[in-house]
């Protein structure tokens, strides 16, 4: 019953910033845990970045950590992820996933997602 869709993509250069949208439906929204990844091609789909709304706990992977915050505006059931310093290796499709949270745990794996977005493209140019 949960969709969700993204926005905020593009074509920038390295060192810009860009801000991805990942927008939901259903009532259960604010109290689910939504996370981003991202996939290159040739490579397995990663975990970039993670909130659990129910409690306010974050979660970034050590390759994002420092440049990419995620937050969330309930009241417009939208979650962000504001990506800055874009570097060419950033480039792949963005996927936003939503899940029921687990008291305080934070899932970093595709399969403990339930429901996903159709994905944006980043492409960072060097």
């Known amino acids: 019953q949960v969709q969700l869709e993204e926005s905020g993509g593009g074509l920038v250069q390295a060192g810009a910033s860009l801000r991805l949208s990942c927008e939901a439906s259903g009532h259960t929204f604010s109290r689910s845990a939504v996370a981003w990844f991202r996939q290159a091609p040739g490579k397995e789909r990663g975990f970039v970045a993670a909130?659990?709304?129910?409690?306010?706990?974050?979660k970034y992977a050590d390759s994002v950590k420092g440049r990419f915050t995620i937050s969330s505006d309930n009241a417009k059931n939208t979650v962000f992820l504001q990506m800055t310093r874009l570097k060419p290796e950033d480039t792949a499709i963005y996927y936003c996933?939503?899940?029921?949270?687990?008291?305080?745990?934070?899932?970093?794996?595709?399969?403990?997602?339930?429901?996903w977005g159709q994905g944006t493209q980043v492409t960072v140019s060097s």
């Open positions: 996933a939503a899940r029921m949270p687990d008291f305080y745990i934070i899932y970093q794996t595709p399969g403990s997602y339930d429901y």
């Open positions: 909130i659990d709304q129910a409690s306010g706990s974050l």
